[in-house]
């Protein structure tokens, strides 16, 4: 059986194997919607419709359908208290910036969200959907969409390296297997914030680039990844990087961490805390229209 490394799994595995193992060994997330990632897909949903040419209200539609399945069940609802830079008053205030912004748009978009499954080995493949293949100044780039709190130049940092970045430079290069190798993406960033702001200050699409050696480097590097975690399912043994503890605000695992009643592969956690929810790549390229996906 072939199984399928996609960014989600490699990000969380890569921050901390027991955070892997919480969330796709085990499947536990927390019960509460995590809001970050909820607006971040909703917004996803919402540009593919405006990339597809349709009409304002179809693309805040699409925002809402996502954004009503995960958070409205859960009760929030307070959200502008909750999270006054993530609900969707705000995400519409700053859409229809955003449609003003790049009323023409200097690029021609080849595909929206286009799922991707590229073997890596006899049993191991690189999932992924990337946001936009366009036509610009005469070249064909990728385009990933990305929302932030920080839309600085140390953030435009962490582009290179960047996994999630080359996978989707690697996918592209070997599946469209283009004359010209595909070398560079357009990051669509917009800020995220509970105040509108002026367009210089909300968005910006810096580039980043990759040669055909890195993306081979990566390749290498993946691999190797992956034997790690394949070692670790083996052995039953998932270590802890405790240096990612903290960041992003806080792991969401680090009351199951901290629990000290019982060995971490018996804890059953309580069902007010986390839900059972398994992450399926697979699912999610097929939601995607990749129909090989299952074979
Ligand atoms: S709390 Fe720390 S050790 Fe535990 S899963 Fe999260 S990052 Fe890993």
Redesign the pocket.
Same mark, same amino acid.
Not at 16 to 22: D, I, S, V
Not at 240 to 247: K, L, R, V, Y
Not at 250 to 254: A, F, N, R, T
């Given at each position: 059986m072939i199984e399928i490394i996609d960014s989600t799994r490699l990000k969380d595995s890569l !921050? #901390?194997? !027991?955070?892997?193992?919480?969330r796709h060994e085990r499947g536990f997330v927390p019960a509460q919607p995590r809001l970050p990632l909820v607006y971040g897909s909703a917004i996803h949903a919402c540009l593919a419709k405006h990339y597809e040419n349709q009409p304002a209200g179809v693309c805040l539609a699409a925002f809402e359908e996502i954004w009503s399945t995960e958070v409205l069940p859960h009760q929030m609802t307070t959200l502008e208290a909750e999270d006054p830079k993530r609900n969707p008053l705000i995400w519409a205030e700053i859409f229809m910036l955003y449609k003003r912004h790049y009323h023409v748009e200097p690029f021609t978009v080849r595909t929206v969200e286009t799922p991707f499954l590229l073997p890596l080995t006899n049993d191991l493949a690189l999932g992924g959907v990337i946001d936009m293949v366009i036509e610009y100044l005469g070249q064909t780039m990728i385009v990933d969409h990305k929302t932030t709190s920080y839309l600085n130049y140390k953030w435009f940092s962490s582009f290179n390296p960047n996994h999630q970045f080359s996978a989707y430079l690697l996918a592209a290069n070997e599946l469209i297997k283009p004359i010209n190798p595909i070398t560079t993406m357009m990051v669509n960033c917009i800020l995220v914030s509970k105040a509108v702001l002026t367009p210089e200050k909300m968005f910006d699409r810096p580039y980043t680039t990759r040669t055909p050696n890195q993306l081979a480097a990566f390749k290498e590097n993946i691999i190797a990844w992956w034997q790690v975690v394949r070692a670790c399912r083996q052995a039953n043994a998932w270590p802890?990087?405790?240096?990612? #503890?903290?960041?992003y605000n806080? #792991?969401?695992?680090?009351d199951? #961490?901290?629990d000290v009643m019982y060995d971490y592969r018996q804890l059953i956690p309580s069902r007010a805390a986390y839900r059972h929810q398994i992450w399926n790549p697979i699912e999610n390229l097929e939601k995607h229209g990749l129909k090989e996906a299952t074979k």
């Open positions: !921050r #901390c194997l !027991r955070l892997y193992y919480w802890q990087n405790t240096e990612s #503890c903290s960041a806080g #792991c969401e695992y680090h199951l #961490c901290i």
